[in-house]
């Protein structure tokens, strides 16, 4: 067997391997592999081959090691010189997520991934991974670490991996986020679930992926993981501009209906009022129920002023409600301030079919009317209406009036938008509002 990197043979159609003497390269298969720690062991065909040992001795700064390998597509065997420099420094990259790494100035080269660092009789010191050639500092994965992991690897499993070669991305200035798929493993989750090459993973279990540039959220959801435990994903396929939800080991990708791409056009490039706070660049989000524990959504974190109190009409209260925003008075009093009023009432569905309901909500001294459109989800099954321009501030007003199947109780969700920001935030809304028991 042969231990390198998983950005190495990660999704490759077929593994070739040149042993030194041989004319004609072996064939070689992966027997598992490691995202977040980019390892990967490898079976070739064959048996009996020379092979380094791992050095024993303390790996100490000022110890001097030699880069190995064949990079740059060099078929002449290439050694560097170099001496460790750090012991233990910042493993967090947009590739992988190690606690720490051996970092040295003996030279690598693209082709050097997956290679060994050695001392000077030949012991493995630790894998060779990345470098930064323009500051002179190179890293590699310590032998510690490449012990524990690859032990694991070489019994055919694979670990802290769902079956692909990514690298996270972080674009502020398009608030995009997450990890870039190069390429997908056969019969892996990732696969299975419908992830393709191309993909950008923005989510998974909820979390947006990626904010600081580095795979350190991404690996840290995949350590609280057992394998086979389902988890959701969200998919941006890049080419075709889908937004795609499913889970992996569990429901493949499906494309997500998606509010913000449809109402893109109708929120004008400004900025929200946050309570006086800087506009995020991208929200993070919570779980917030009413004050009964009946109704739950999710909103940003940022939307930190929240109310779960009755809904009331006249002083008389008809339902369960809970209203979250910057601030609820600007929310209630201005068109500036984003915020979600979600409520549930079975007085109401007694009397109004969700078409009356929102009739009884009308904005049009206020805001543009849009038109209605039906509205139908996993659970509910109703109609929105959507205003704009409201208070000649080029905000957005989406309401929404619905029932579930059993058609015991009518829920109405307004969502006041006014950044691109909040478009995020209303597909979340959206997503998530639900009734855990009828009121």
Known sequence: IAITNNHVVAGAALLKVWVGGESEPRNAKILGVSECSDLAVIDIEGDGYPYLTWYDGPLSVGLDVYAAGFPLGDPEYTLTRGIISKEQADGETGWASVDYVIQHDATINPGNSGGPLVTADGQVVAVNYAGASGV???????????????????????????????????????????????????GTPADKAGVQPGDIITQLEGLVLSTDGTMSDYCDILRTKNEGDAMDIEVLRF??????????????????????????????????????????????YRTVTDDSGLLVVDVPEQWGDVDGSAWTVDGDAIGVSIKAAPNINDFDNTWTTPGVFFAASASIAERMSVNDVLDA???????????????????????????????GQNSTLLTLAAMP????????????IVSDADLEALDHILNSFNVVAGE
């Open 361 to 391: 909500f009308d904005f049009s001294a206020d805001c543009q009317y849009e038109g209605r459109t039906d509205y139908s989800d996993e659970v509910f099954t109703g109609v929105y209406d959507l205003w704009s321009n409201c208070g």
């Open 405 to 416: 199947q059993t058609q015991d109780y009518t829920v109405l969700v307004i969502t006041q």
């Open 239 to 284: 080419d075709t501009q889908e937004v795609l939800a499913g889970q992996l080991n569990g429901e493949p990708l499906a494309q997500r209906y998606s509010f913000a791409q449809e109402l893109q056009d109708e929120v004008a490039e400004q900025p929200a009022d946050t309570g006086g706070g800087a506009v995020p660049q991208n929200y993070t």
């Open 136 to 186: 002179d500092q190179y890293f590699s994965i310590a032998r510690d670490e490449a012990i524990a992991i690859t032990d694991n690897l070489r019994q055919g499993q694979d670990f802290e991996s769902i079956g692909v070669n990514g690298r996270a991305i972080a674009d502020p200035e398009n608030n995009l986020y997450g990890i870039w798929v190069s390429s997908v493993e056969s």
